[in-house]
């Protein structure tokens, strides 16, 4: 096995996503398929060869700081589940 | 001649000398739509009013000379692309009924030419999937057969180019999902440069592989369409600065003395023979037209869908986490906890590929697994790139099958993901090199399903690719088949 039911519960949980019994299972066998078909890469010696991240090499892109018009507060609200036109409105946090 | 019916090139030439108005052209376009839709599925929403006061104005605009490339013509856009006021749902039920209060640059674009929004399309669930059979919205039909699938995950574009529901249409490609629908669905597909056209607006999958780019009828048309989305954008930070060419100019231009590399591992088992053989066609028509052919090898291509399938999921888990129901989107109203919301509405809203994808790719990027699966994958991917390297120190541009069988059924590998990730071998090395690519169709299975060639070409020369394109579509002598529908 290369992931275990424990495994899966740990990394949905780090990922904010609750699984039934029966996805759970599922997911499982699927995650240890795949995770053991990426093996493959495996058989490859890269001891020698840096990681590519981005074709290209990206920097920082730098603006200049200046004050810009932008997205007004009510339409930046707009599309917020339970909003009261002015703040985002969630469940009590403290 | 309907009016729908007509490329985009040809639609210009009838508006601009007086024959045809982009409302007559735009309400033939609807019309097909109401006519087909039923059947096919490709749309997610269709913006009549928006769509008949667009091209109002485009009449306008030409009465009074002022025309731009794209004046009046209507087109499709995948349902990931920013659009203002209009709903993107990527696919998705956590974005059912998410508008966007900007527009994509690429969407912007398109509006200063002129060009009008018919509505947004569907797709694979945030673009993860390779039939279109994840979008959470009804699944796009492959106008040639009934009951099979039109490639994905840009589905909804190939299917209304194909089935006449408009001339064009804009896609992204993070792994084969402009190439591989337009080769399914038989029309033209090309996936841009990796940072050539701006991503902002493109809601994120994996941001280093997403790339936006057309579908069209002919390779003239992609050319257009590559003329108005190319360019730098302040507003994408992988946006490269870097020349435009109209790249209109030398697609007529012809192959001779063009060195076209066929790399031997796209043609191993697995590989169609009928596939094959339309491919090799394509190979004996350049050679005929003067193409210099030159065999070439990519040794890692065996290993790119495990890369893939470790740095997209990578990525993918970092940029969807920012669905949580706080900001918009879905919310489970029921949480009363912070942590139950994020929890119950991501559970909710994503459906069984995405919270697939989000695990393997939280799970290779976690403490003690990064180096084994991430960094891994990561340094596969400079061989892979480097692969490429090589091979364009003896050629030009490769030339190559896009997917290794035509369309399948609908419902085929729905539970075993496995096999469908890896039928997305031959397009998926692009991505992770950034190299431009493109599907041109290149005929049609005894069954009667298009079969498209691709064509692969060094960073930022989509001109060569186009050019020699353009010379399959002239010469390739493809029989003229008609949908039924």
């Excluded at chain 2, 929403?45 to 731009?68: F, H, I, M, N, P």
């Excluded at chain 2, 699966?373 to 030339?399: G, H, M, N, P, W």
Aim: glycine share 8%.
């Amino acid at each position: 096995m290369k992931i275990t039911k424990k495994e899966v519960e740990h990394v949905a949980d780090l990922a904010r996503l609750s699984l039934s019994d029966d996805e759970l299972e599922k997911m499982t066998g699927q995650l240890d398929t795949i995770l053991s078909y990426m093996d493959t890469l495996n058989t490859l010696d890269t001891s020698q060869v840096q990681p590519t991240t981005h074709v290209f090499s990206v920097s920082n892109a730098f603006r200049e700081d200046i004050v810009q018009e932008s997205l007004s507060q009510t339409d930046a609200v707009k599309n917020g589940p339970l909003q009261d036109g002015q703040f985002f409105q969630v469940p009590k946090v403290i | 001649m309907k009016p729908y019916e007509l490329t985009i090139v040809q639609a210009l030439q009838q508006m601009d000398s007086g024959e045809l108005s982009s409302v007559e052209l735009t309400k033939s376009c609807l019309a097909r739509i109401d006519d087909v839709e039923p059947e096919l599925c490709a749309f997610i929403t269709v913006d009549k009013d928006g769509a008949l006061s667009q091209a109002e104005k485009a009449d306008k605009q030409r009465a009074v000379g002022r025309a731009g490339r794209l004046c009046g013509v209507p087109l499709s856009i995948k349902d990931l692309l920013s659009t203002r006021g209009v709903k993107t749902t990527c696919g998705s039920k956590i974005l059912a009924n998410y508008i966007p209060p900007y527009d994509a640059t690429v969407v912007e674009n398109i509006k200063q030419e002129g060009g009008v929004i018919l509505g947004k399309v569907a797709m694979d669930e945030f673009a993860m999937g390779s039939t279109s059979e994840t979008c959470a919205f009804g699944v796009p039909r492959n106008p040639w057969k009934k009951g099979y699938v039109a490639g994905g995950s840009s589905g909804g574009s190939a299917v209304s180019v194909a089935s006449y529901e408009c001339p064009g249409s804009l896609g992204s490609d993070t792994g084969g999902s402009i190439r591989q629908p337009a080769s399914l669905c038989g029309v033209v597909g090309m996936k841009p440069t990796y940072g050539r056209v701006s991503r902002y607006g493109l809601t994120a999958f994996a941001s280093s592989l997403d790339q936006v780019g057309p579908l069209c009828r002919t390779v003239e048309d992609c050319a257009l369409m590559m003329n108005i989305i190319s360019g730098y954008d302040k507003r994408d930070s992988t946006s490269v600065k870097q020349d435009v060419p109209d790249f209109s100019t030398h697609l007529n231009s012809g192959v001779k003395g063009l060195k076209v590399g066929v790399p031997a591992e796209y043609f191993t088992d697995g590989l169609d023979s009928e596939v094959e053989a339309i491919v090799r066609s394509g190979i004996d028509t350049l050679k005929k037209e003067g193409a210099e052919i030159v065999e070439v090898s990519l040794p890692h291509t065996q290993y790119a869908v495990a890369a893939y399938y470790l740095i997209a999921p990578a990525e993918a888990s970092s940029n969807l986490a920012r669905y949580d129901g706080a900001l918009y989107g879905y919310r489970d109203m029921e949480a009363d906890s912070l942590l139950d919301m994020y929890r119950q509405t991501r559970s909710i809203g994503f459906g069984a590929e995405v919270k697939r994808r989000i695990l393997i790719g939280t799970y290779a990027l976690s403490s003690g697994y990064y180096d084994a699966y991430y960094k891994k994958a990561s340094q596969v991917r400079t061989l892979i790139l480097d692969d490429f390297q090589k091979s364009f120190e003896s050629c030009d541009v490769l030339i190559s099958p896009i997917t290794p069988t035509a369309a399948w059924k609908i419902g085929e590998n729905s539970d075993d993901p496995l096999p469908l990730y890896m039928s997305d071998i031959l397009t998926l090395s692009a991505n992770l090199a950034g190299l431009p690519g493109m599907s041109v169709p290149g005929g049609f299975t005894r069954e009667g399903l298009p079969v498209g060639i691709q064509l692969q070409g060094p960073h930022f020369q989509e001109e060569i690719i186009l050019k020699a394109g353009s010379c399959l579509e002239r010469c390739l002598d493809l029989p003229a088949k008609k949908l039924d529908i």
